[in-house]
C-alpha cells in the first residue's frame, strides 16, 4: 500500500496565512540617510541634514550644483533647480520652522526658511540646516554651490 501525502485543508491554509501575518518578523535593514550638504554662497559656508524621503533622494542625486540664491519675502531665500523633484514627500507637514530647507512645488525651486512660515501642500520638507540660520541672512543674490559631504 502506498503511503498517501498529507492534504491541505481550509483551516491549514488559513492558520498559516494568519501566522505569516501575526508572528514577528526579523528586521529588515532600514536605508538611514542622514545625507549631509554643503552649501557655499558670498562668504557663508554652512550645511545641512536631509531627511530620508523619496524627494530628498531625488535632490541628491543633482548634486553636486551651482545655482543663485537670492531673497524672497523677507523670510526665506531661493534657489531654482535644473529640474522638477519626485513629489511623494508633499506636505503639509507638522512643526515649519526657521531653518527648514523645503522643495517649492509650483515653481521647482529650493527655499531656505530663515522666518517663520506657513507649512502647505505646495512644500516639500527635504531637510534642516545644521547650526542655525545666521548664514541666510546675507542680503543679495549670489552664485551658490551645493555638494554633498
Known amino acids: 500500500m502506498k503511503p498517501q501525502a498529507p492534504s491541505m485543508t481550509r483551516r491549514t491554509l488559513l492558520g498559516g496565512a494568519v501566522a505569516g501575518v501575526l508572528l514577528p518578523r526579523p528586521a529588515l535593514p532600514q536605508k538611514d540617510m542622514a545625507m549631509k550638504i554643503r552649501f557655499t554662497f558670498a562668504d557663508q559656508d ?7 524621503n523619496p524627494s530628498a533622494r531625488d535632490f541628491c542625486s543633482m548634486l553636486p550644483l551651482a545655482l543663485t540664491i537670492s531673497d524672497f ?5 531661493i534657489a531654482y533647480l535644473p529640474r522638477k523633484l519626485n513629489l511623494e514627500a508633499r506636505g503639509p507637514f507638522p512643526n515649519a520652522a526657521p531653518g527648514d530647507l523645503c522643495y517649492y512645488v509650483p515653481w521647482g525651486n529650493l527655499a531656505f526658511f530663515y522666518e517663520s ?3 502647505t501642500r505646495d512644500l516639500i520638507r527635504l531637510g534642516r540646516l545644521d547650526g542655525g540660520i545666521e548664514p541666510l541672512l546675507t542680503r543679495g543674490e549670489f552664485p551658490l554651490r ?4
Open 46 to 52: 554652512f550645511t545641512a541634514t536631509l531627511y530620508d
Open 146 to 149: 551645493i555638494e554633498p559631504l
Open 117 to 119: 512660515y506657513v507649512s
Open 73 to 77: 519675502a523677507n523670510n526665506e531665500k
